[in-house]
């Protein structure tokens, strides 16, 4: 089934450790996208992409890095310098061009002891 | 002006009863307004979408209901049932910026049997 995978569902770090998120999508979608999720806060925009070997900061980019190396990989990296990382990861994706349906994966919920 | 504004923060109502969730927009350039279900641990989900060229969208028991000139757009739920419980995110997007969603803030919604 096509679909977006994410994973680890939930992971566990230590301050001043990065972690990285992976994102994999079969859907065949240009364009990739990570949100933040945070209690209250809906949704937050972190980076996106739309091409391989390109992507663009979203509002809240500080501390955390992406790369686009393959259509389907779309992982991301939350640094030390994320000064409060705590909280649930989304990665979506959907078909370039126009306005369109959202996909999202199931999420990752990142705790920092 | 990029911002979405969703009321009420949480909403319980009656099994059979109607939901009601609005939302505010200030961008006039925007014209595409999707309504998001999430249920927890899960990713959100798209359940309706509007363009500004109408007034009202019904799919099923969810209308999206669309006031250009009051910048305003609201989900109502009709008979609403215990499995409609789950958060629901407006958002909006515009040509360019690579059609990003600005989300509202969410809405819990709880349906009592």
């Known amino acids: 089934d096509g679909g977006i995978t994410q994973s680890p569902k939930y992971l566990f770090r230590k301050e001043g450790q990065n972690v990285t998120l992976s994102c994999e999508q079969n859907l065949n979608h240009d364009a990739m996208y990570w949100y933040r999720q945070d209690p209250g806060q809906g949704l937050r925009l972190i980076y996106y992409s739309h091409i391989v070997n390109d992507f663009q900061k979203g509002d809240i980019a500080e501390g955390y890095s992406v790369s686009r190396e393959k259509k389907e990989s779309f992982p991301l990296t939350v640094t030390s310098a994320q000064k409060n990382p705590t909280a649930f990861y989304l990665c979506?994706?959907?078909?370039?061009?126009?306005?369109?349906?959202?996909?999202f994966g199931e999420g990752s919920r990142l705790t920092v002891l | 002006q990029q911002q979405v504004k969703q009321s009420p923060q949480s909403l319980i109502v009656q099994k059979g009863g109607i939901s009601i969730i609005n939302c505010a927009y200030e961008?006039?350039?925007?014209?595409?307004f999707p309504w998001y279900q999430q249920f927890p641990g899960k990713g959100p989900a798209l359940l309706i979408a509007i363009r500004p060229d109408v007034s009202e969208k019904k799919e099923g028991r969810f209308t999206i209901s669309f006031n250009k000139s009051a910048k305003q757009f609201s989900l109502h739920i009709m008979d609403s049932q215990p499995g409609d419980s789950a958060t629901y995110f407006c958002?909006?997007?515009?040509?360019?910026?690579?059609?990003?969603?600005?989300f509202g803030s969410g809405t819990q919604l709880t349906v009592l049997p």
């Open positions: 958002a909006a997007s515009r040509e360019g910026s690579a059609r990003q969603l600005t």
């Open positions: 979506a994706s959907r078909h370039s061009g126009g306005p369109g349906e959202l996909f």
């Open positions: 961008n006039t350039a925007f014209d595409y």
